[in-house]
């Protein structure tokens, strides 16, 4: 079972930038796809960003393309999400999740392990 904590959520005003960090405790993090997923109120849980195990590629909703970044350092056993200029439809909770590999499914669903979440407002 892998545990993930999420840190680096919090109060920004459009425009600005957060980090989101993810760090597992499973010393096979390398093995696992990771990704990041948001809930805002009322609506339902959504993807936004997934990273392959090497990290050599990464997918992206089409809401966030060009403004957040998903990363990894399998030596550290964290992933992270670069978030740029914000906007307040960003606002959510923002969790990562692992799953294994799978040749034969999107990397928008399909995880296995969820974090607790970290809370992002953005609000002027």
């Known amino acids: 079972q892998v545990q993930l904590a999420e840190s680096g959520g919090g109060s920004v005003q459009p425009g600005d930038s957060l980090r989101l960090s993810c760090v597992a405790s499973?010393?096979?993090?390398?093995?696992?796809?990771m990704g990041w997923h948001r809930q805002a109120p009322g609506k339902e849980r959504e993807f936004v960003a997934a990273?392959?195990?090497?990290?050599?590629?990464?997918h992206y909703a089409g809401s966030v393309k060009g403004r957040f970044t998903i990363s990894r350092d399998n030596a550290k056993n964290t992933v992270y999400l670069q978030m740029n200029n914000l906007k307040p439809e960003d606002t959510a909770v923002y969790y990562c999740?692992?799953?294994?590999?799978?040749?034969?499914?999107?990397?928008?669903?399909?995880?296995?392990?969820w974090g607790q979440g970290t809370q992002v407002t953005v609000s002027s």
């Open positions: 499973d010393r096979t993090f390398s093995r696992y796809v």
């Open positions: 999740a692992a799953r294994v590999p799978r040749a034969t499914e999107s990397l928008t669903r399909g995880y296995d392990y």
């Open positions: 990273i392959t195990t090497s990290g050599d590629y990464q």
